[in-house]
T-cell receptor, first 108, second 116 residues
Framework: GESVGLHLPTLSVQEGDNSIINCAYSNSASDYFIWYKQESGKGPQFIIDIRSNMDKRQGQRVTVLLNKTVKHLSLQIAATQPGDSAVYFCAENKKLSFGAGTTVTVRA | NAGVMQNPRHLVRRRGQEARLRCSPMKGHSHVYWYRQLPEEGLKFMVYLQKENIIDESGMPKERFSAEFPKEGPSILRIQQVVRGDSAAYFC??????????????FGSGTRLTVV
């Protein structure tokens, strides 16, 4: 079975609001997690990553939080924009597997 | 510096024909990964190759599917005797270091295979 999985398949967000996408993993040996964004008709693009010895990492408008106790990570997107509409995947490095993805739709 | 190049972008094959999908990794990358994505689904890992070697093919069907990454030239994913269920988007990714590396994977734009 998959070692990572996203909680909700879809997320609808008002433009300007913050988005939170969640992901659970099962492999305690995973030491590196990555978030990807896939726009329609394109391949996945790297957004941000985090090592297991960290619990938070910030990028431009994005923040990833890692909770190793409950094996959960989340991606937060600040001030969501129409260009953020895409499918978001979390991945862990040990098995190269991806969850099913969360489709984020931004409402104008 | 071109990214991961996949061709063709779209491929139509009749049932029973062979499909050959090509992937040229980013310059300097020697690790290649193939994924399959069915409509409305996530990315399913198929195979991981390093130059001339298959490292992990646990996600690849045992029959009709094969992959190679020769010393020279692109990586090839070959599907023999295609069936309608093979219709999907096939993505290739490459990395500088191997599985578990901190640099993540760079993906190509995919090949969309349609079997008619």
């Amino acid at each position: 079975g998959e070692s990572v999985g996203l909680h909700l398949p879809t997320l609808s967000v008002q433009e300007g609001d913050n988005s939170i996408i969640n992901c659970a993993y099962s492999n305690s040996a995973s030491d590196y997690f990555i978030w990807y964004k896939q726009e329609s008709g394109k391949g996945p693009q790297f957004i941000i990553d985090i090592r297991s010895n960290m619990d938070k990492r910030q990028g431009q408008r994005v923040t990833v939080l890692l909770n190793k106790t409950v094996k959960h990570l989340s991606l937060q997107i600040a001030a969501t924009q129409p260009g953020d509409s895409a499918v978001y995947f979390c991945a862990e490095n040990k098995k190269l597997s991806f969850g099913a993805g969360t489709t984020v739709t931004v409402r104008a | 510096n071109a990214g991961v190049m996949q061709n063709p972008r779209h491929l139509v094959r009749r049932r029973g024909q062979e499909a050959r999908l090509r992937c040229s990794p980013m310059k300097g990358h020697s690790h290649v990964y193939w994924y399959r994505q069915l409509p409305e689904e996530g990315l399913k890992f198929m195979v991981y190759l390093q130059k001339e070697n298959i490292i992990d093919e646990s996600g690849m069907p045992k029959e009709r599917f094969s992959a190679e990454f020769p010393k020279e030239g692109p990586s090839i994913l070959r599907i023999q005797q295609v069936v309608r269920g093979d219709s999907a988007a096939y993505f290739c990714a490459s990395s500088f270091a191997g599985q578990g590396a901190p640099d993540g994977y760079t993906f190509g734009s995919g090949t969309r295979l349609t079997v008619v």
